[in-house]
């Protein structure tokens, strides 16, 4: 308990200081923190947690203007300005097709589904062939039921409902794992 008093104080001082910033001191801060301490992310981490534990009404409302605002920077950028992922930035997509799976494959389904869908090179490279090791059950009902699962042949996991699996998935699916 002495811990979280602590963590609580100096919370609460973070939050009195920062309310005394004004406008540009307070977009300093943000660079700042940015550029030394991993502030990008923890700043994103923040707003994607605070907007997941809102209630479900106020969630669209409140996600949707910061998209947009990205959406609009992103659209409105000097053409001759050098893009900021590929000039002065690693990434990953310089990495060889195989590297870039193997990386993928350490991911969860969920996750490595939407990393593979980051941009053509990592799609090719996350989907011939997928390296999806372990399907949960509740990825496996999203799954349409026309789509063929071969491509997840790799699995060395699978989550499964038996009844679910046996009613559900076309007997050609279930043929996969055979």
């Known amino acids: 308990k002495k811990h979280s008093l602590v963590i609580m104080e100096h919370l609460i001082r973070f939050r009195m200081l920062a309310n005394q910033l004004d406008p540009k001191e307070f977009n300093q801060f943000v660079f700042q923190l940015i550029k030394n301490h991993n502030g990008r992310e923890l ?11 809102m ?3 106020k969630k669209e409302s409140t996600i949707a203007p910061m998209t947009t605002l990205i959406s609009s920077i992103i659209t409105n950028r000097d053409p001759n300005k ?3 992922n590929s000039s002065s ?3 990953i997509t310089k990495l060889p097709s195989a590297l870039i799976v193997e990386t993928a494959s350490y991911l969860k389904a969920p996750e490595y589904i939407v990393f593979s869908q980051c941009n053509r090179k990592i799609y090719v490279s996350c ?3 997928c390296k999806i090791y ?4 509740c990825l496996l009902k999203k799954y349409p039921e026309q789509a063929s699962m071969n491509k997840f042949k790799s699995l060395k996991q699978l989550g499964l409902n038996i009844k679910y699996f046996n009613n559900k998935i076309s007997i050609k699916n279930q043929a996969t794992w055979k």
């Open 55 to 57: 209630d479900d009404t």
């Open 82 to 84: 050098p893009d900021f």
């Open 89 to 91: 930035h690693d990434n």
């Open 43 to 53: 700043i994103l981490q923040s707003l994607f947690k605070s907007v997941k534990s």
């Open 127 to 129: 989907n011939s062939p």
């Open 134 to 137: 372990h399907m949960p059950t």
